[in-house]
């Protein structure tokens, strides 16, 4: 006999507002005790340092963690300007200081060299594996850490405020793009130190600000037992996956694991869909589409040739 999970059989997003000093997998931890919930992730891992927007996952909503990982993100943040640290933000040490100070104009300026597909080193102070640990971790051992550019894609950064000291920015961009390392480049090309001293995620494709609910309002759902008004449908997270309707003997089909045959005008219909995808810039999951049974996501497939084969099962 098979083993009963702990916890609820509790599905959907909980878009997380995130506190200062808070990690992640705390968020996480925490969220999935407050539903009770069997099951919990998180898209897109928020230093402490930062606030804003963490998508966590319940349930069968972990299953679509993967296709959230590729959202465009919005962040807005601030550097202030005269001291250079290790980690390029306020929790690391100070590596170098100066008087210099930037003019708008010249920030101003800078900022249309970091819009497009561009080259970005992320900062030793990130996640990234290297030999086997965590970048941060060797950094932290006083290990120098050098890692390879990658090509990342900014579509927009603007400047919001500008006091001298301080200057504060929206950055729109696409995955991979590391908050503190456009500020390092921004003050190397302006010849000034400066390092990051707020940062707020704003959005994670569908989730946004105005979704977002933070701990001290979801406690008090969970004490009036209305904790499930601020969970949002697990098919938030393919808000970009083109969706085919299908039929009740369609859906049996599929949860047997058997492909199904498609119309020529189905073909046609998710061909189109699928290469305007593409052209937006979503390069993963070129083939997925949502198999969609009375409004609710059952499945993803893969779409190969004129049949959806189903990769993903959902079980709602």
Known sequence: MARKKKGEAIHGWVCFDKPLEMTSTSAVGKIRWLYQAQKAGHAGTLDPLATGILPIALGEAT???????????????????????????????????????????????????????????????????????????????????????????????????????????????????????????????????????????????????????????LEDLVHRGAHLEALLGVETALDDIPGLPITQDEATRLKQGRDLALLPRQIEQLRTALKARLDDGYHEFPDTVQAVFQGQVLALCELRGGTLHPTRLLNL
């Not at 959230?68 to 929790?91: H, I, N, P, R, W």
């Not at 550019?149 to 950064?157: N, S």
């Not at 500008?162 to 500020?183: E, I, M, N, P, Q």
């Open 63 to 217: 299953k679509t963690v993967p296709y959230l990982m590729e959202a465009d993100k919005v962040y807005s943040f601030t550097v202030t300007f005269g001291q250079t640290t290790d980690s390029y933000d306020a929790e690391g040490r100070v590596t170098a200081e100066s008087d210099a100070r930037p003019t708008r104009d010249a920030v101003t300026a800078a900022l249309a060299q970091f819009i497009g597909t561009i080259e970005q080193v992320p900062p030793a102070f990130s996640a990234i594996k290297v030999d086997g640990k965590r970048a941060y971790d060797l950094a932290r051992e006083g290990q120098v850490v050098e890692l390879k550019a990658r090509q990342i894609e900014i579509f927009d950064l603007t400047l919001d405020d500008f006091t001298g000291d301080t200057a504060s920015f929206t950055l729109h961009c696409g995955k991979g793009t590391y908050v503190r390392s456009v500020a390092r480049d921004l003050c190397l090309e302006l010849g000034v130190c400066g390092h990051v001293t707020r940062l707020r995620r704003e959005a994670v494709g569908a989730f946004e600000t105005k979704d977002a609910i933070t701990l001290e309002k």
